[in-house]
């Protein structure tokens, strides 16, 4: 017991714990803005309960497939061929989660920029189950995500779970700041949901069998919000856009 503490304290074991934490705290906070978009099309008295309820999924479907470590390497075995590649259960599984973020991102861009007046995007209001269930579906593909690349940068599982807790834990206390300010700024939603897009294609091509290095697409997403940060910076006084969504007010027209 006492060499395996002594294993865990070492500075390659502290690094590699830090790092991962670090990794693993940028996977959660995007899991957290899209928990946090759909969490926005419930009623305000059910807003608080969805957030708490997806950021206890997101936890458990990362402990629960760190420890079912031997289930997702038969994941790993070749089903069948298409196209050139041999694609497995784990590749099935990014593809599809791949094309639900792609298209779940598209679909909430166009409500947000093209649909009708709010009566019309509400349209009896949004059912408490189906929130829960398409974040129970985000929780699984970024919580999939988030242990392939525990697993890819350490193989021992105390620093892997808690990295996962770290994570989750910066997901609780960012939960509602981020939600409040990503609801604040319009552009960041925007750029939220382009984001997600990004993170949708990667996952589609990683299942495809071409690999895309992380450190490129985190680079892009780091710079654009850099960007943009300093654009509300420099904008503080011009007219806010606003997004269609429930406290949307369609503009009057001239007489």
Request: hydrophobic fraction near 55%.
């Given at each position: 017991?006492?060499?395996?503490?002594?294993?865990?304290?070492?500075?390659?074991?502290?690094?590699?714990?830090?790092?991962?934490?670090?990794?693993?705290?940028?996977?959660?906070?995007?899991?957290?803005?899209?928990?946090?978009?759909?969490?926005?099309?419930l009623p305000a008295g059910l807003q608080a309960r969805g957030r708490k309820l997806g950021i206890g999924l997101a936890l458990f479907f990362r402990i629960a497939l760190i420890?079912?470590?031997?289930?997702?390497?038969?994941?790993?075995?070749?089903?069948?061929?298409?196209?050139?590649?041999?694609?497995?259960?784990?590749?099935?599984?990014?593809?599809?989660?791949?094309?639900?973020?792609?298209?779940?991102?598209?679909?909430?861009?166009?409500?947000?920029l093209e649909s009708g007046p709010a009566e019309e995007i509400i349209g009896g209001g949004a059912s408490f189950g189906w929130i829960v269930l398409q974040i129970g579906l985000?929780?699984?593909?970024?919580?999939?995500?988030?242990?392939?690349?525990?697993?890819?940068?350490?193989?021992?599982?105390?620093?892997?779970?808690?990295?996962?807790?770290?994570?989750?834990?910066?997901?609780?206390?960012?939960?509602?700041?981020?939600?409040?300010?990503?609801?604040?700024?319009?552009?960041?939603?925007?750029?939220?949901?382009?984001?997600?897009?990004?993170?949708?294609?990667?996952?589609?091509?990683?299942?495809?069998?071409?690999?895309?290095?992380?450190?490129?697409?985190?680079?892009?997403?780091?710079?654009?919000?850099?960007?943009?940060?300093?654009?509300?910076?420099?904008?503080?006084?011009?007219?806010?856009?606003?997004?269609?969504?429930?406290?949307?007010?369609?503009?009057?027209?001239?007489?």
């Amino acid at each position: 017991m006492m060499e395996s503490m002594a294993e865990l304290l070492t500075p390659a074991s502290l690094v590699a714990f830090l790092t991962l934490s670090a990794m693993e705290i940028v996977l959660g906070i995007d899991n957290i803005i899209f928990i946090s978009i759909l969490v926005a099309k419930l009623p305000a008295g059910l807003q608080a309960r969805g957030r708490k309820l997806g950021i206890g999924l997101a936890l458990f479907f990362r402990i629960a497939l760190i420890f079912s470590l031997s289930w997702l390497m038969a994941l790993t075995r070749p089903l069948f061929t298409a196209f050139g590649a041999e694609i497995s259960g784990r590749d099935l599984i990014l593809i599809f989660g791949g094309l639900f973020l792609v298209a779940k991102a598209v679909y909430e861009i166009h409500e947000k920029l093209e649909s009708g007046p709010a009566e019309e995007i509400i349209g009896g209001g949004a059912s408490f189950g189906w929130i829960v269930l398409q974040i129970g579906l985000i929780d699984i593909i970024f919580s999939l995500d988030s242990v392939i690349t525990a697993v890819g940068m350490s193989n021992q599982l105390p620093i892997m779970v808690g990295a996962m807790l770290v994570s989750v834990g910066a997901m609780a206390v960012a939960a509602v700041p981020v939600g409040d300010f990503v609801h604040r700024h319009p552009t960041i939603k925007m750029l939220a949901l382009a984001f997600l897009v990004l993170i949708g294609t990667m996952l589609l091509m990683e299942g495809l069998g071409t690999h895309v290095n992380k450190g490129y697409i985190y680079f892009a997403m780091a710079f654009s919000v850099i960007v943009e940060m300093l654009n509300i910076r420099f904008r503080v006084k011009a007219k806010p856009v606003h997004l269609k969504g429930p406290d949307y007010v369609e503009p009057k027209k001239p007489d």
